[in-house]
Nanobody
Framework: QAQLHESGGGLVQAGGSLSLSCAAS????????MGWFRQTPGKAREFVAA????????MYADSVKGRITVSRDNAKNTVSLQKSNLKTQDTAVYYC???????????????????WGQGMQVTVSA
């Protein structure tokens, strides 16, 4: 069974930096677009960032643009999310997601992704 695994979450002070990683088991990333989403209790999952299969194209939510960089290393079958200048509003559970069968094109819509990880808690303290 293919699975995605997020790692790198934790507690960080506002203004600090944090990096998240996503790795796959029994699935090769190289032909698929990847997305990062986040969710807080009682709210819908929110788009954060996405990257095309090749890594040449990226997309960011307005709320995080300039503070987040998404990248991928297809040789290592991993996708990363580098965050800086963190704010308390960034506190959420972050999910790595993969979009299958689209020719590698990304999307900001959560329902267009087919597989997601277990989620990783990121808590930003004031």
């Amino acid at each position: 069974q293919a699975q995605l695994h997020e790692s790198g979450g934790g507690l960080v002070q506002a203004g600090g930096s944090l990096s998240l990683s996503c790795a796959a088991s029994q699935l090769t990333f190289e032909h698929y677009a990847m997305g990062w989403f986040r969710q807080t209790p009682g709210k819908a999952r929110e788009f954060v960032a996405a990257i095309t299969w090749s890594g040449k194209g990226t997309m960011y939510a307005d709320s995080v643009k300039g503070r987040i960089t998404v990248s991928r290393d297809n040789a290592k079958n991993t996708v990363s999310l580098q965050k800086s200048n963190l704010k308390t509003q960034d506190t959420a559970v972050y999910y790595c997601e993969v979009r299958l069968g689209t020719g590698g094109y990304y999307s900001p819509a959560d329902y267009e992704y087919d597989l997601w990880g277990q989620g990783m808690q990121v808590t930003v303290s004031a």
